[in-house]
C-alpha cells in the first residue's frame, strides 16, 4: 500500500511505469502476510519489486514497450518472474523502457521518455530507464531490468543505483524477450550492493528452458558481502581513462579508488587494447541478432496487425511498418544487411572475430587482478532530446559497458558521488561467475 501510494503520487511526472498491478501486488501482499505468520518467510518475503517490461508476465501486459506488443497478454511466467513471485516479492508493476531494449535514453519507448528523479528535464539512461527511475523515486525497493550492452548499469550510474549483469548464462533468459540472445543477460537494480545480491541469489540458477543457461551451483552472494576486501587486487584498464572521460566524473573515481585502498585493496594498470573495437563490433553483432529475433513479429503469430492490409506481403509490410518504432527498424535493417550474402564475411564474420579478441583481453587482465574498475559512463545524465537525431553519438554512450557483454563476464555499477547534484557511477567488472567477489567489494565500499 505504501508504495502503491508512492506511485500515483509520483508516477504522473516520471512516466517509469508500463503498467501498474495494484491488485495483483496487494493478494501478493496478502499471501506474504500469511507466509510470515505461518513462520515460512523468506529473506524477500513481502518485499515489492517492479519487474522490467521485457518480461513475460502471466495474465499481464507486456509490451516491451512497443506498439508491435501492445495488446500482447502473455500466456505463461518468464522464469524470474516465477522465482522472484515464489520468493513471495508482490509485482507492483511492469517498467517502461526503451523499445525492444534498444536505446541508451528510454527515449525509444512507444510509451513516451521515462524522467530521471534527479532533474525531471534529464534522461533515466536505457533501456532499463523505467527499472532505474521508479527505485530512485522510491516507488519500489528493487527492479529488475536486463543487460544487452549496458543496459543495468548506464541507468544505475546516472541514477545513483547499483545495478549487476552477472555473468552470461547465470540468470534464466527463458521468458525473456530477446534482443541480441548472446548477448542479453537479467539482472537487478537496487539501492544498495547488499539489496542487489538477496534480490540476485533469488534470481540466479540453472534453468532447462533456456539453453544457455549454465549448470553450476549458485555462490552465496549474502554471505560473502561481510567479507574483507584486504589485499584484492584492482586493475584500471588504461584505455577507460582517456579522453572521452569527463574530467568531473573521472575525479569522483579517483576518490573511490582512493576509499578502496584505505579498506586494504591495491591498484595497477592493466590495457585491454581493443576496447575501442567494441562498439563498432557491437553494432554488427547485436543487430545482427536483433533482425533473427523481430522475424517473429509479422503481424500473424505475434504482435499488431495493420487495419489496411490487403494480401498476404502488405501484411507483414505494414504491420511491421507501423509497430516497431525508427530505431526498432534502423536495428533491423543494419542487421539484415551485415547477415546479406556478399557482406556476411566482411561485416559480421569479422565482427564475431574482434569479439573473441575483446575476450582474450580480458582472459590476459584476469591474470594478474581479481576485478577492473572504470567509469560506466562518460558523464552524468544528459538532457532529454540531445542526442534523438544523432544515433553514432548515443551508441557512443556505451563505450564502457559493451566489452563486458561481448565477453560475457559480470559486471555492476554503484555510485561513486554526485557532480552538480547529478549521480557519478563507477563500474566493477569480474571474471566468469565471480558476482559474489564483485559484490563484497560494492558492499565493504558502500
Ligand atoms: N544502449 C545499447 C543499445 O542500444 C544497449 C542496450 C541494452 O543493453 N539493452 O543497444
Same mark, same amino acid.
Given at each position: 500500500q505504501f508504495y502503491l501510494e508512492r506511485i500515483s503520487r509520483y508516477e504522473p511526472s516520471l512516466n517509469? +511505469?508500463? !503498467?501498474?498491478t495494484a491488485e495483483r501486488a496487494l493478494a501478493q501482499a496478502d499471501a506474504a502476510d500469511a507466509a510470515i505468520a505461518a513462520g515460512n518467510a523468506g529473506p524477500l518475503t513481502g518485499v515489492p519489486l517492479i519487474q522490467k517490461d521485457i518480461f513475460c508476465t502471466r495474465g499481464v501486459r507486456t509490451s516491451c514497450a512497443s506498439k508491435m506488443l501492445d495488446r500482447f497478454i502473455s500466456p505463461y511466467d518468464a522464469t524470474i518472474v516465477e522465482k522472484l513471485d515464489a520468493a513471495g516479492m508482490p509485482m507492483l508493476g511492469k517498467a517502461n523502457m526503451d523499445e525492444f531494449a534498444m536505446g541508451s535514453s528510454n527515449e525509444t519507448s512507444w510509451y513516451g521518455a521515462v524522467k530521471n528523479p534527479w532533474d525531471l528535464e534529464r534522461v533515466p539512461g536505457g533501456s532499463s530507464g523505467g527499472s532505474v527511475a521508479a527505485v530512485a523515486a522510491g516507488l519500489a525497493p528493487v527492479a529488475t531490468a536486463t543487460d544487452t550492452g549496458g543496459s543495468i548499469r548506464q541507468p544505475a550510474a546516472l541514477t545513483n543505483l547499483t545495478g549487476i549483469k552477472p !555473468?552470461? $548464462? &547465470? *540468470?534464466? &533468459?527463458?521468458g525473456m524477450i530477446a534482443f541480441a540472445s548472446s548477448l542479453d543477460q537479467a539482472g537487478v537494480v537496487a539501492r544498495s550492493a547488499e539489496d542487489a545480491a538477496v534480490v540476485l541469489q533469488a534470481m540466479s540458477g540453472f534453468d532447462p528452458r533456456d539453453s544457455t543457461s549454465v549448470d553450476r551451483p549458485v555462490d552465496d552472494y549474502v554471505a560473502a +558481502? =561481510?567479507?574483507?576486501?584486504? $589485499?584484492l587486487r584492482i586493475g584500471l584498464p588504461k584505455e577507460y581513462f582517456a =579522453? $572521452? +572521460?569527463?574530467p568531473s566524473s573521472r575525479q569522483r573515481i579517483e576518490q573511490a579508488i582512493e576509499v578502496f585502498k584505505t579498506l586494504g585493496a591495491t591498484f595497477t594498470e592493466v590495457s585491454l587494447p581493443n576496447s575501442p573495437l567494441s562498439v563498432p563490433t557491437y553494432y554488427v553483432v547485436a543487430p545482427a541478432e536483433a533482425s533473427s529475433n523481430l522475424? &517473429?513479429? =509479422?503481424? *500473424?503469430?505475434y504482435g499488431h496487425r495493420s487495419e489496411s492490409a490487403r494480401t498476404l506481403e502488405e501484411i507483414y509490410k505494414r504491420s511491421r511498418g507501423e509497430g516497431f518504432g525508427a530505431e526498432v527498424q534502423r536495428r533491423i535493417m543494419i542487421g539484415t544487411y551485415v547477415l546479406s550474402h556478399g557482406y556476411y564475411d566482411a561485416y559480421y564474420l569479422q565482427a564475431q572475430k574482434v569479439r573473441r579478441l575483446i575476450f582474450d583481453d580480458f582472459k590476459r587482465a584476469f591474470e594478474s587482478c581479481d576485478l577492473l574498475l572504470g567509469p560506466t559512463a562518460t558523464d552524468v545524465a544528459f538532457k532529454l532530446g540531445t542526442n534523438v537525431d544523432d544515433p553514432v553519438a548515443m551508441y557512443l554512450n556505451d563505450i564502457y559497458t559493451i566489452a563486458a557483454n561481448l565477453a560475457g563476464i559480470p559486471a555492476m555499477s554503484l555510485s561513486c558521488g554526485f557532480v552538480d547534484g547529478l549521480p557519478v557511477g563507477m563500474q566493477l567488472m569480474g571474471n566468469f561467475f565471480d558476482e559474489a567477489r564483485m559484490l563484497n567489494a560494492a558492499h565493504q565500499y558502500q
Amino acid at each position: 500500500q505504501f508504495y502503491l501510494e508512492r506511485i500515483s503520487r509520483y508516477e504522473p511526472s516520471l512516466n517509469s +511505469l508500463i !503498467t501498474t498491478t495494484a491488485e495483483r501486488a496487494l493478494a501478493q501482499a496478502d499471501a506474504a502476510d500469511a507466509a510470515i505468520a505461518a513462520g515460512n518467510a523468506g529473506p524477500l518475503t513481502g518485499v515489492p519489486l517492479i519487474q522490467k517490461d521485457i518480461f513475460c508476465t502471466r495474465g499481464v501486459r507486456t509490451s516491451c514497450a512497443s506498439k508491435m506488443l501492445d495488446r500482447f497478454i502473455s500466456p505463461y511466467d518468464a522464469t524470474i518472474v516465477e522465482k522472484l513471485d515464489a520468493a513471495g516479492m508482490p509485482m507492483l508493476g511492469k517498467a517502461n523502457m526503451d523499445e525492444f531494449a534498444m536505446g541508451s535514453s528510454n527515449e525509444t519507448s512507444w510509451y513516451g521518455a521515462v524522467k530521471n528523479p534527479w532533474d525531471l528535464e534529464r534522461v533515466p539512461g536505457g533501456s532499463s530507464g523505467g527499472s532505474v527511475a521508479a527505485v530512485a523515486a522510491g516507488l519500489a525497493p528493487v527492479a529488475t531490468a536486463t543487460d544487452t550492452g549496458g543496459s543495468i548499469r548506464q541507468p544505475a550510474a546516472l541514477t545513483n543505483l547499483t545495478g549487476i549483469k552477472p !555473468t552470461y $548464462g &547465470r *540468470v534464466s &533468459r527463458y521468458g525473456m524477450i530477446a534482443f541480441a540472445s548472446s548477448l542479453d543477460q537479467a539482472g537487478v537494480v537496487a539501492r544498495s550492493a547488499e539489496d542487489a545480491a538477496v534480490v540476485l541469489q533469488a534470481m540466479s540458477g540453472f534453468d532447462p528452458r533456456d539453453s544457455t543457461s549454465v549448470d553450476r551451483p549458485v555462490d552465496d552472494y549474502v554471505a560473502a +558481502l =561481510d567479507r574483507p576486501i584486504k $589485499g584484492l587486487r584492482i586493475g584500471l584498464p588504461k584505455e577507460y581513462f582517456a =579522453d $572521452g +572521460l569527463a574530467p568531473s566524473s573521472r575525479q569522483r573515481i579517483e576518490q573511490a579508488i582512493e576509499v578502496f585502498k584505505t579498506l586494504g585493496a591495491t591498484f595497477t594498470e592493466v590495457s585491454l587494447p581493443n576496447s575501442p573495437l567494441s562498439v563498432p563490433t557491437y553494432y554488427v553483432v547485436a543487430p545482427a541478432e536483433a533482425s533473427s529475433n523481430l522475424s &517473429r513479429f =509479422d503481424g *500473424v503469430r505475434y504482435g499488431h496487425r495493420s487495419e489496411s492490409a490487403r494480401t498476404l506481403e502488405e501484411i507483414y509490410k505494414r504491420s511491421r511498418g507501423e509497430g516497431f518504432g525508427a530505431e526498432v527498424q534502423r536495428r533491423i535493417m543494419i542487421g539484415t544487411y551485415v547477415l546479406s550474402h556478399g557482406y556476411y564475411d566482411a561485416y559480421y564474420l569479422q565482427a564475431q572475430k574482434v569479439r573473441r579478441l575483446i575476450f582474450d583481453d580480458f582472459k590476459r587482465a584476469f591474470e594478474s587482478c581479481d576485478l577492473l574498475l572504470g567509469p560506466t559512463a562518460t558523464d552524468v545524465a544528459f538532457k532529454l532530446g540531445t542526442n534523438v537525431d544523432d544515433p553514432v553519438a548515443m551508441y557512443l554512450n556505451d563505450i564502457y559497458t559493451i566489452a563486458a557483454n561481448l565477453a560475457g563476464i559480470p559486471a555492476m555499477s554503484l555510485s561513486c558521488g554526485f557532480v552538480d547534484g547529478l549521480p557519478v557511477g563507477m563500474q566493477l567488472m569480474g571474471n566468469f561467475f565471480d558476482e559474489a567477489r564483485m559484490l563484497n567489494a560494492a558492499h565493504q565500499y558502500q
